[in-house]
């Protein structure tokens, strides 16, 4: 296996682990330095004017070449858009504006887990695990800012039966059998990886990684007593909810091991929505500190298999409409359905031949026509609703496909820098005079 791709591990038993991990309670930021990072100073070049460098776009090799870790908006957009480029397919991520039931109920079912954003803060060493389970694939967060990245692998990599793609699966053999730490380390150094988690990555988004790490780590060096306690948990941390194997886990990559909430029979949610409500409730009024994704079952992963059922009860119908009324096409307007109606394969729905194969007619649509095996115009009506669900699962897999879509010109749009523009922007207004001229009306009225 390609050592540029796996990083051989530290020695188990050498100071690499604890330095990997540190210490639980030292560990209250996403964004802070952790010992056995090194310190990337931000780098300029001597005979470039940081003014002039900093505004320049990013180009793909210097990306590709920055080993640090940027921060990631809690987007949807982003995080399917990242899933996809990681190979794995048939999931997508919502975001929830709340845990109620009733909002809960319009999510594609099964949801895989929950990826939930709040400003961390270091909770009871007590209530997590000895050790984390042989069947649970945990990772701890031993990189500054790869806490989204930790959280959606904490979660993809104990979904059952899903496709992960050749890159992902061969991660997970790979990491299969270590430590926590060691897998978090494993991902720090996974090029592959990074590079997707930093592909939206601007060029002030490395100046700032970089600078916030080396004077992070200064400070610490210099004057450690004098970090007060308010600015050390001011990072904002992503963690996951994930059910497995009938129980739900809280999965964070900045704790050693994992914490069992509790298990369950039914709906995982009823486990997991008193966690993260009673930590959104420690937010005062109107301030909005927090963010809830969901990883669910893609409906583009379901609405084809929907829709080849309802091919199969389709052609059911009508071969037991030719049984009983060989005529039964005189009483239909073949105008009107012309080209409307799916008899088949179709590559536009992602209706292949084995799918098809594979599909049986609906068993409660067919046990009505079996019900009245006489009655033409009863089997008439079951073909229409049968159309007319048709409609309906093609509108909606149009609706997924557009959103699809839509969330790859946004994360495009995010990973175009306009900074060059912006900067020449304000720069002609200043030698116009507009910008001082803007800027003390701002004055004048705050």
Not at 7 to 12: I, K, L, N, S
Not at 154 to 161: C, D, G, S, Y
Not at 237 to 255: D, R, T
């Amino acid at each position: 296996m390609s050592t540029s791709v796996f990083p051989g591990p530290p020695d188990p038993n050498g100071d690499e682990i604890v330095a990997a991990i540190g210490n639980p309670k030292q560990s209250r930021r996403s964004t802070r330095t952790k010992r056995s990072e090194t310190v990337v100073e931000p780098k300029i070049p001597l005979h470039y004017d940081p003014l002039e460098y900093a505004p320049r776009p990013l180009s793909q090799e210097e990306r590709d070449a920055w080993k640090g870790w940027c921060e990631i908006e809690s987007d949807p957009a982003f995080f399917n858009v990242m899933l996809r480029d990681f190979g794995i397919s048939g999931i997508k991520v919502h975001e929830i504006f709340s845990l109620d039931e009733e909002m809960v109920a319009f999510l594609p079912k099964p949801i895989y887990g929950l990826v939930f954003l709040y400003q961390f803060q270091d909770d009871d060493l007590g209530n997590q695990e000895p050790t984390s389970p042989d069947n649970i694939w945990f990772a701890n967060q031993t990189i500054t800012n790869a806490c989204g990245t930790i959280a959606l692998l904490n979660i993809i990599l104990n979904i059952p039966k899903i496709n992960l793609g050749e890159t992902l699966q061969c991660f997970k053999d790979f990491t299969q059998s270590m430590s926590p730490p060691l897998r978090g380390y494993t991902v720090g150094n996974h090029d592959f990886l990074r590079k997707i988690h930093n592909s939206f990555a601007r060029r002030m988004d490395t100046l700032s990684a970089d600078l916030s790490m080396s004077n992070s780590a200064n400070a610490r060096t210099s004057q450690p007593s004098k970090v007060s306690d308010e600015e050390d948990q001011a990072g904002y941390h992503y963690i996951a909810f994930v059910p497995i194997l009938g129980s739900v886990w809280k999965l964070n990559g900045l704790e050693r091991q994992p914490t069992n909430l509790g298990t369950f029979e039914g709906d995982w949610m009823e486990i997991v929505r008193p966690s993260i409500q009673e930590q959104m409730q420690q937010y005062e009024g109107e301030q909005i500190q927090f963010n809830l994704l969901s990883l669910c079952r893609s409906p583009l992963e379901a609405l084809p298999q929907e829709l080849a059922e309802n091919v199969r009860t389709l052609q059911a119908i009508e071969t037991r409409l030719k049984q009983i009324a060989p005529e039964w096409e005189q009483f239909i307007d073949n105008n009107e359905e012309s080209g409307t109606i799916l008899y088949g394969c179709d590559a536009n729905f992602q209706i292949s031949e084995d799918l098809l194969d594979a599909a049986r007619p609906s068993p409660q649509v067919t046990s009505q026509f079996l019900a009245s095996p006489g009655d033409a115009e009863s089997l008439l009506a079951l073909r229409q609703e049968v159309i007319f669900a048709q409609s309906e699962l093609k509108a909606a897999f149009l609706d997924e496909a557009m959103a699809l879509q839509q969330d790859s010109q946004r994360a495009a749009s995010r990973r175009h820098d306009y900074t060059p523009m912006i900067h020449i922007w304000l720069r002609m207004l200043a030698e116009k005079g507009v910008l001082e001229t803007l800027a003390t009306r701002a004055d004048c009225r705050s």
